[in-house]
């Protein structure tokens, strides 16, 4: 299928034309040998680094568009392509640090090549399973997605002069205070030579600076970013209980069991979603007969039968190559492969709503499952919930980069190629990324879960290598206090979810937030504080409260300034020269500018490791 040609002028007229086999593989070429690989060392470095990566969504939109410039407007749909396959690169590389596991466990290094068989099969079988919920997570509930709203509206502005005039201020001044901030945040240790006394670091780190995590807080507004806050503090006066009852030992914080809390009402509100969107495609179905279905628009148009078996066939090819080539139990991959149809779709709402794709969390509760039904091998254990880390990493990636799409009409059976063409260059680029880092750098072959204070450990944390071998050393410790958390966190988010939408669906209650002030601001304290929407409260379980506060900061401000431009607007004419679009507010130009500093910053600070590795 080929997009639309367009006529060529000015230096557009040098570049393929749009839709030709020339076009796709320019796009592939840049993205694949450039853009990606770029996304990529950015990734590897931020996991072996500090323990968590941005995604190479945005930063590669940026350099993206540069590319497709010359083509107009119509240039957007060629560089979300190169964003896809680019991003799809960048999140494989992340998953360098299983081969750090490995070596940290003491377990023996499989051959390369299996491991990016088996790498390969699990990204191309969670790409799969993330397309599967795209017309639920992106075209029913139309969650936000932070990144892939952020990339949709960099794309329109770069690739669009008229839009580019009036949005580069605001795009361009978010970006710089983005990558000053992200340089601050990865480069601590240097304020070291300026003087800083070792206590004055310390403080400096205790701030926790988050330009990106400020960026897509602005862009969901207070009523997404506060419930995080309210659930972060709940948890913090909570932890002295639960310290007394064993399910936090003395000094942990609340995110050591509030992620799994979290997970469960995450879990719990879906439930009840899915049920209501099961009954009413019930209903549709039995009324297809009175009046005939409208197809869908050209760009949305998949066949759900080819991907159905796409995805039967790389689940199946995952088993057999991790029975068969890793020699693992088929008993527990099976498990693996089965709990990724509910993680992935657990995860991608997580990551619609508050742009944080718990990726971790699912590995470790996916041990804590599988030890509750008889593992006892952490090497088996790694392998197989692997799965779950790099299909609900790539998984989201597909819903975020559906997103982008869906705000652009951009072809999804194509962009479907390009991702799976990068999952293929990624799962290489991990292995070989994971050797020359760990090579390079010995301290990360040192288990610093077993070694405390090892030298170097604190310019390389390796914070998910970590948890992945704390999470596996424990299998062999009975812990059913993880499965009751979890229960009462399914409990919780039922519970919550059914009272919020028997309380909106009540016409007084709508008629008094239409007409009121008073029930305006009642609906706006139940969403933010009293009765939260679990996906958007539970990001206050899976992250440190520092990061909370920069979410719900960012969300605050971007809320009041609407507040205070509405009360303008409503006193003054519209400009002359039109308005943006209304999903390209202010707020949401800055905050996609914020993430994309960021990465930038993750992107520069990953290049000059890698160069002072190889001079």
Not at 236 to 256: C, D, H, N
Not at 453 to 462: I, T
Request: net charge positive; with cysteine; charged share 15%.
């Amino acid at each position: 299928m080929m997009d639309n040609p367009i006529p060529r002028s000015g230096a557009g007229r040098f570049l393929p034309r749009i839709g030709s086999p020339a076009y796709h593989v320019m796009l592939a070429g840049v993205a694949i040998l450039i853009l990606g690989p770029l996304g990529g060392i950015s990734a590897a470095f931020m996991n072996f680094s500090i323990g968590f990566f941005i995604g190479g969504q945005v930063l590669a939109g940026i350099l993206g568009s540069t590319v497709t410039l010359p083509y107009g407007p119509e240039g957007r749909h060629g560089a979300n392509y190169m964003q896809t396959m680019a991003a799809s690169v960048a999140g494989m590389c992340g998953m360098a640090v299983l081969v750090q596991a490995m070596v940290w466990l003491g377990l023996p290094e499989p051959p390369a090549w299996k491991l990016v068989l088996y790498f390969m099969s699990i990204g191309m079988f969670g790409v799969g399973v993330g397309m599967l919920y795209t017309p639920v997570l992106v075209d029913r509930m139309q969650l936000a997605y932070p990144s892939g709203f952020a990339v949709a509206n960099i794309l329109r502005a770069l690739t669009d002069k008229n839009l580019l005039k009036r949005s580069i201020a605001k795009l361009g001044g978010g970006m710089f205070v983005g990558y000053a901030g992200g340089l601050f945040s990865l480069n601590l240790a240097s304020f070291g030579r300026l003087g800083l006394t070792q206590a004055g670091i310390k403080t400096l780190e205790g701030l926790s600076i988050s330009t990106s995590t400020f960026g897509a807080g602005m862009i969901v507004g207070a009523r997404i970013a506060i419930p995080a806050l309210v659930v972060a503090l709940i948890g913090i006066w909570q932890t002295p209980y639960l310290v007394s009852i064993g399910w936090l030992k003395e000094g942990e914080p609340f995110r050591k069991i509030g992620f799994i809390i979290s997970l469960g009402t995450i879990l719990g509100a879906a439930i009840l979603d899915l049920a209501l969107i099961l009954i009413q495609a019930a209903r549709r179905f039995r009324q297809q007969s009175a009046e005939p279905a409208k197809p869908a628009e050209d760009w949305k148009r998949v066949n759900v039968w080819r991907l159905v078996l796409w995805v039967v066939f790389w689940g199946a090819a995952t088993v057999v190559l991790g029975s068969q080539v890793l020699h693992q139990p088929v008993f527990f991959l099976v498990v693996a492969v089965g709990l990724c149809f509910l993680f992935v779709l657990v995860n991608g709402i997580s990551l619609g709503i508050s742009d944080w794709n718990p990726i971790s969390s699912a590995f470790v509760l996916t041990v804590f499952i599988l030890a509750t039904l008889g593992l006892r091998d952490p090497g088996v254990g790694l392998l197989c919930a692997s799965i779950l880390l790099i299909a609900c990493s790539e998984g989201g990636d597909m819903q975020q980069d559906r997103s982008t799409g869906w705000r652009l009409g951009t072809n999804r059976i194509l962009q479907f190629r390009y991702q799976v063409i990068g999952i293929a260059m990624g799962a290489v680029l991990a292995v070989v990324l994971a050797k020359v880092f760990m090579n390079s750098y010995h301290v990360l072959r040192e288990d610093q879960f077993s070694h405390q204070h090892l030298e170097g450990a604190q310019q390389w944390q390796s914070a998910m290598t970590y948890k992945i071998v704390g999470a596996l050393k424990g299998i062999t410790n009975p812990q059913p206090h993880v499965m009751k958390a979890l229960r009462l966190g399914i409990f919780l988010g039922l519970l919550i979810e059914v009272a919020r939408k028997l309380l909106k669906r009540s016409r007084r209650y709508q008629q008094a937030v239409k007409t009121t002030r008073a029930g305006r601001a009642t609906d706006f304290v139940l969403d933010a504080v009293v009765l939260s929407s679990p996906y958007a409260s539970s990001f206050g379980g899976f992250v440190e409260l520092p990061t909370v506060l920069w979410w719900t900061a960012g969300g605050v401000g971007a809320s009041l300034y609407d507040v205070i431009q509405a009360k303008r607007a409503a006193r003054r004419p519209p400009p002359a020269d039109g308005q943006l679009p209304s999903d390209m507010s202010t707020m949401s130009l800055v905050g996609g500018g914020l993430i994309a500093g960021d990465s930038l910053a993750a992107l520069s600070v990953g290049l000059y490791g890698l160069l002072k590795t190889v001079l």
